[in-house]
């Protein structure tokens, strides 16, 4: 997850304002640097894309909810998706590890450990590296994705009259953590939407090659989110139409979690209009057996605006996705 | 810090071995990696050099020894020094932070974060992205170091014969640690050497192109067992001398401190004979106002042995360096 990605682009940002204004003061354009911070991954000539995503025990995952090797395995899927993000293939990830000392913690850091590289070889790439370090406070790691994109996917490519595009079902992840949370029985098909996050890495470069995608980005902060964040990249206004958001398919999962809900990791791209009837939407659902969903459209403006159920107006949204420093995030201490 | 490299080479593993194990498992080779898990960095073709360090509060720094944003820059010293180690040019960083929530941590994590950016920016780099998100305990960053080296030094170019050499001045950073354990006042210079890491790019780029340094590392783990990696990585066995070492000149400082005092950051490497007679020594000092002394030789065997002050037989050494999952670290709990 590149430094941008996490703020809350559709309302205030809290306290943690100040230290994304340092970020912004950083200078981050050179001849190397083809796309600086800002996108979901950096790119360095000719074609190398790095991306780096921290998960916390705590704050990212919790023991009680899934396995150490899930959660590492889990960190993976979340830090490739931003590769997938960018129309990226997997190159491999370095890991910092940290684990708390003490023989009650070794075996689950060999699992955590364990579940990182078997999920980097099951995505097809290779454990270049990592540093190994003892934390005061539980497991974490920094996963740093690394990949190639000779055509990287930018959030800033799309134009207006573009309609937007989500793979897979949105609200599953949040929907389990909600249930965690009241102390109800988590679904195994909502639990394995947290647990296992796919990186859409084929899906990307199948639709930046073969459907024309403008611009895309993962969904890891909630669509309302990534929306923004795409709308603000684009400079243009996103339109959603609650009726069309492509669900989970159980009834735990809400509408408000398939709108605001993150870590879901599906894509969100802008096509060109008429993929559906130009065989492009088609064409994808054959090829990966996922759906394919129309959720919107880009026009001249800015910000987010939702169609509600039923239709009517858009009205334009105020909150934000998954803010690690907000709502969902509190609730987990 | 390359995974491997936080190991200790010349003890026992600890419980931590297991994890460890699980790295030596993993698949690390392919066309694109020139480089793998082992050594300073990560090397990717054409000449992409990559490392990740992790710095957290309470394990690698504390915030009543120093301030954030030095905490923050010295994140950054450490980890662009693996690039050093490799005779990398520096292109830049990808940050990870995370930070606590709650007014009394915001003004330290912005600290701690231009901390971070006016280190990268002072030497040269940019800072490329990264990941904000909260702590459960106290400030970390996993920084990702970003270079380039046509021709990479390795920990295991080194060929019997070869003399070893240090640049600067061995044990302050380690004296610095001991005195704030102890509660006894801390010396600026030894202050300064722990706080303020002073990563030796151009040095080692030099040493590279104009004195044909055949292997070398950084010394982050302290030079008896870094110099037990090179001994591993080259197939040799590495005679240091004690009488010789360059130990920080400043009385507090212990020659068991220059020794295996971690987090000098200063670079250790193997030589052709002959450099002090054929003037490549001098030329470094005058080139760079800097100690560069020879410690040691390499010859046929294995591990590291010490040659006693006043002189003798080496005896083999036992014990590792600054392993963060033994001595020192525990004691900072």
């Known amino acids: 997850m590149e430094a941008r990605a996490r703020s809350t682009p559709l309302g205030p940002g809290g306290e943690f304002d100040r230290i994304r204004e340092v970020l ?5 354009h050179s001849s190397q ?7 979901d991954a950096t790119v360095l000539a000719p074609d190398l894309v790095l991306s780096t995503d921290l998960a916390l025990e705590g704050v990212h995952f919790r023991l009680d909810w899934i396995e150490p090797d899930e959660a590492g395995a889990r960190a993976v899927g979340a830090a490739v998706s931003d590769l997938a993000a960018m129309g990226a293939e997997l190159v ?3 890991a910092s590890v940290a684990a708390p000392a003490g ?46 994109a000779e055509r990287p996917l930018l959030r800033s490519g799309a134009g207006p009259g573009d309609e937007l595009w989500v793979t897979g ?11 965690w949370q009241e102390g109800a029985p988590v679904p195994c098909s909502l639990r394995g939407r947290y647990a296992h996050p796919e990186p859409r890495l084929a899906q990307a470069r199948w639709l930046v090659a073969h459907a024309g995608a403008r611009a895309g980005l993962d969904l890891s902060d ?11 990249a684009s400079g243009l206004q996103v339109i959603l139409e609650a009726d069309t958001l492509p669900r989970e398919p159980h009834p735990e999962v809400t509408l408000e979690e398939a709108l605001h809900g993150g870590d879901d990791f599906e894509l969100l791209v802008a096509l060109s209009p008429g993929a559906e009837s130009d065989g492009r939407a088609a064409a994808f659902r054959e090829r990966f057996n996922l759906p394919l969903t129309r959720v919107g459209i880009l026009r001249a403006g800015r910000g987010v605006a939702l169609v509600a159920p039923g239709g009517g107006e858009p009205v334009a949204l105020t909150r934000g996705g ?10 987990m201490f």
Chains 1, 2 share one sequence.
Do not use: K, Y
Not at 33 to 39: F, K, R
């Open 222 to 232: 909630g669509l309302a989110g990534d929306a923004g964040h795409m709308a603000a």
């Open 24 to 28: 912004r003061g950083a200078r981050s």
């Open 322 to 331: 998954w803010d690690h420093f907000s709502r969902i995030q509190e609730d």
């Open 169 to 179: 079902h949105l609200g599953g992840a949040a929907a389990a953590v909600r249930l």
């Open 33 to 39: 640097v083809l796309v600086p911070v800002g996108d």
């Open 92 to 94: 491999g990830v370095l």
């Open 103 to 148: 023989e009650v913690w070794a075996p689950r850091a060999a699992a955590f450990m364990a579940g990182i590289r078997d999920r980097v070889e099951g995505l097809g790439g290779l454990l270049l590296g990592g540093d190994l370090t003892r934390s005061p406070s539980g497991l974490l790691v920094d996963v740093v994705a690394v990949g190639r």
